[in-house]
Every structure is written in structure tokens, then in C-alpha cells.
């Protein structure tokens, strides 16, 4: 599965829409972008993904550029309650076994 | 629903003695994960099973850790003897097939002392 870089840290002011980038440029044709989140002392949490198209649910929008090499997820206005560590995680479709979490971005989300 | 339940929720132990971990999945679920996760290594698939029938342990750390699943709906984790390092939070996750959507449990504290 194609390895993702994610930064760090990120800070959001409450109610701004946060974007949180992902790199995966050597993702192949059929592997999905998922993407999870871990709130403090909480397991992880689904959020959305995708394979070609943008994506939006009620939690998040996902935007994949054209060349799949990398996305980007928003949360449209960001609240206290999201602030969490985001994970991007490109996989093979079918392949529960190989979600691998990598170290995601920590999202400070503030007043 | 319930969601993925986990007990204990917190455990401390001594040194040397038999932990066993438990999970509930989700109902309807095929697919149980069991994941660790510390500060220097982050969150790590330990082993998975689909129908009750373990697929993966490649990342089970060594001979001390041990998981069964008797039946769709219980799986556990034991470690025996338990040493300091094995201190984490273990959680254990399901999913039903074709998805990659995990549902997560609250996870389990573990401090050996």
C-alpha cells in the first residue's frame, strides 16, 4: 500500500474551515484514500473516503486531486470537539487487514 | 447498537501475571482487528480474523501474546506472562466484509508494574 505524509500539527480557529493536506504519490489505480480520526483517549473513529471522485458526508468533505497523488479533507466549521489526530491512509480495496496508521496530523482546534 | 465493546476498560497488573483482554464486536461483523497503541510506536495491527478464523498475526509481538476468537461474538487477548513493556492501550475493532470502515472499541489501559 502506498505510504501517505501527513504534517504534523495543524491549528484552526473555531468555526474556519479546516484543511487538512495528504500527500500519497505513489497510491495505484485501486487503492482508496480513507481517512480516520482519534479524539483523545478514544479509538479511532471513521471519517470518510475515496477512490476518484470528491467526497462529502456529514462529517467531511474529501478532496482528491485529479492525479490521485494527493487529497485534501475539510471540515467545513471546525468546532472544539474536533480537535483530534487526523489519519490518511491510502489502501487496497478489500484489504481490512492493511490499514497501517501512521503517525496523522494533530488538529488544534481553538476559540 | 452497541457499537465494539471492550472491558476491562482500565487494568493493572504485576509483572509476570496472565492478562486477558476481551472484546464484543459489532453484530453481523466478520471482521475482528486487535490493535496496540503507545506513544513511540503509535497504533499497531497485532491480528485479525474473519469468520472467527485468525488471518494475519504477523504483527503479534512475540510467544507471550496469544488471541482467539470461539465465536462470532467474543474474541480475547491474553498475555502471559506480562512484562512493564506491554503497557498500551489495546483496542480491538470490527468490520463486515468489503469495507475497510472500522469500527474502534473505547479501548483497554494496560499498566504492568
Known amino acids: 500500500d502506498a505510504k501517505t505524509t501527513q504534517p504534523p500539527s495543524m491549528d484552526c480557529a473555531e468555526g474556519r474551515a479546516a484543511n487538512l493536506p495528504c500527500n500519497h504519490s505513489t497510491i495505484s489505480g485501486n487503492e482508496y484514500v480513507y481517512w480516520y480520526r482519534q479524539i483523545h483517549s478514544q479509538g479511532p473513529q471513521y471519517i470518510i473516503h475515496?477512490?476518484?471522485n470528491n467526497e462529502t458526508n456529514e462529517m467531511a468533505s474529501l478532496i482528491i486531486t485529479e492525479d490521485r497523488k494527493s487529497s485534501t479533507l475539510i471540515l467545513p466549521h471546525a468546532t472544539l470537539r474536533d480537535t483530534a489526530v487526523y489519519y490518511c491512509?491510502?489502501?487496497?480495496?478489500?484489504?481490512?487487514?492493511?490499514?497501517?496508521f501512521g503517525k496523522g496530523t494533530k488538529l488544534s482546534v481553538k476559540p | 447498537d452497541a457499537g465494539v465493546i471492550q472491558s476491562p476498560r482500565h487494568e493493572v497488573t504485576e509483572m509476570g501475571q496472565e492478562v486477558t483482554l476481551r472484546c464484543k464486536p459489532i453484530?453481523?461483523?466478520?471482521?475482528l482487528f486487535w490493535y496496540r497503541q503507545t506513544m513511540m510506536r503509535g497504533l499497531e495491527l497485532l491480528i485479525y480474523?474473519?469468520?472467527?478464523?485468525?488471518?494475519?498475526d504477523s504483527g503479534m509481538p512475540e510467544d507471550r501474546f496469544s488471541a482467539k476468537m470461539p465465536n462470532a461474538s467474543f474474541s480475547t487477548l491474553k498475555i502471559q506472562p506480562s512484562e512493564p513493556r506491554d503497557s498500551a492501550v489495546y483496542f480491538c475493532?470490527?468490520?463486515?466484509?468489503?469495507?475497510?470502515?472500522?469500527?474502534f472499541g473505547s479501548g483497554t489501559q494496560l499498566s504492568v508494574l
Open positions: 453484530s453481523g461483523h466478520d471482521y
Open positions: 475493532a470490527s468490520s463486515w466484509t468489503g469495507g475497510e470502515k472500522l469500527f
Open positions: 475515496g477512490l476518484k
Open positions: 491512509i491510502a489502501v487496497n480495496g478489500g484489504s481490512q487487514g492493511n490499514l497501517i
Open positions: 480474523f474473519n469468520n472467527n478464523v485468525p488471518i494475519d
